[in-house]
């Protein structure tokens, strides 16, 4: 799909997603401001004034401080903006909510949510028939255990972003990327950052086209951290395909994500698996950009991870009505989610708002890829995961390891940590 140039303003939120999933917990410390006289020890006095204490960074604020003002006259109950840095919420959050200090809702990323919920601190919200009014991916992010605990608002996953001048046709699979790549001429034939630590989150597309998920999943289709199938035949295949790759000079462990970027917007490869947050500057060069979906490198579907933002309840709040209303029927509503794509740029997670945000053809288009992705696992077995999957890749990549041994020898190292 051809792309029109216009303003983009999206960040890296995936990286930064990535980043918190490698380490759990962010960082502490951080400046914050409120946007009423409300402070974060509020919840007790939510409990006798009919208050709400929100927590959410300073990007979707203005969105809120609107739906704030409406629920307030609607309903009676103030609700107190506290803005947070984005990557100091999560450890803040599993601080202060067993003090009774937390907010009562706070907005975060679907893949902490095993965290918070193995902690303690977070508590279903009852969607009933409005589950329905988001995406599918959405939902299943936001879920853990067969219980929904969050009401998400947007969704972001990688696609193949194509120079339409270099190559006029969409690839169907990796070899034919590979050779369209090349027939262009360019210095890269396709571009994707690895890094010398590698980055599981970019390649794992091309690893589940070889039928190797890290988790299998259950009847409601919740990951299962008791099936680990990173280690599978088909994964096995992908290390072995990884190591061809790196021998051929299509994988390299120098590439970062700057590196990747400043290429492709130099004309210098056709093709460069990212995400939305390069689309800006892509534009600003005057790509004659097209967003395709990924190839498949195994033979199955390329299924990228996707990333959900949304909005938790605490499980200390003493008003969890009001906090279940305001989500529900305000945070959640076509109106509200539309607001906070136009300040964010991120695919809604509301289904009507998703529809009306497709008239712009690069939200369409992730989103289409994104359709066919699969959630980041929520569970915590997942950072054990991070811990071992980037650095084997990257020794493979470079051919310093065997890749069957070296995968082998990975999938051990998870499955002895995921049993501590």
Not at 164 to 182: N, Q, R, S
Not at 184 to 208: I, M, N, R, S
Not at 393 to 398: G, K, R
Request: some cysteine; glycine content about 10%; proline content about 6%.
């Amino acid at each position: 799909m051809k792309v029109n140039t216009r303003p983009w303003l999206l960040g890296g939120a995936l990286t930064a997603i990535a980043a918190l999933s490698l380490t759990a917990c962010g960082g502490s410390g951080s400046a914050e401001t409120t946007s009423s006289p409300a402070t974060e020890q509020s919840s007790p006095a939510a409990a006798s004034g009919g208050e709400l204490t929100v927590w959410v960074d300073a990007n979707r604020e203005p969105v809120l401080k609107e739906a704030a003002a409406d629920f307030e006259k609607q309903s009676g109950v103030k609700v107190n903006l506290v803005i947070k840095d984005f990557s100091k919420i999560q450890e803040d959050f599993l601080r202060q909510v067993p003090t009774g200090k937390g907010p009562d809702i706070t907005i975060g990323a679907h893949d902490w949510l095993g965290n918070l919920v193995n902690n303690g601190v977070v508590q279903p919200v009852e969607l009933g028939d409005k589950a329905s009014d988001f995406q599918d991916v959405s939902i299943n992010a936001m879920s853990y255990e067969g219980s929904t605990y969050g009401v998400p608002y947007a969704t972001e996953n990688l696609a193949l972003l194509r120079n339409a001048d270099l190559v006029d046709e969409a690839p169907k699979t990796f070899d034919d990327m590979i050779k369209a790549g090349k027939e262009a001429d360019t210095e890269f034939p396709f571009l994707v950052q690895v890094t010398d630590v590698g980055d599981p989150f970019h390649a794992y597309p091309f690893q589940t086209s070889f039928g190797a998920p890290v988790f299998g999943t259950d009847d409601t289709g919740a990951y299962d951290a008791t099936d680990l199938q990173i280690g599978n035949e088909g994964g096995v295949e992908f290390a072995k395909w990884l190591a061809e790759q790196g021998d051929a000079g299509t994988l390299k462990t120098s590439i970062d994500g700057d590196i990747a970027k400043e290429k492709f917007v130099s004309g210098d490869s056709p093709f460069l698996l990212t995400g939305p947050w390069n689309v800006e500057a892509v534009e600003k060069a005057k790509i004659n950009l097209a967003i395709d979906p990924i190839p498949s490198a195994g033979g199955e579907a390329a299924q990228p991870f996707v990333a959900v933002q949304g909005f938790f309840v605490s499980s200390k709040t003493e008003n969890l009505l009001a906090a279940t209303e305001f989500l529900t029927n305000y945070i959640g509503t076509e109106e509200v989610q539309t607001d906070l794509y136009e300040v964010g740029n991120r695919p809604p997670a509301n289904k009507a708002a998703f529809e009306a945000a497709k008239s712009d053809e690069v939200i369409a288009s992730f989103g289409e890829v994104g359709a066919n992705g699969v959630p980041m696992p929520n569970i915590p077995e997942m950072a054990a995961v991070w811990e071992f999957w980037g650095v084997a890749e990257a020794e493979i990549i470079d051919g310093k390891a065997d890749p069957t041994k070296r995968w082998k020898q990975m999938t051990e190292d998870i499955e002895k940590a995921i049993s501590k």
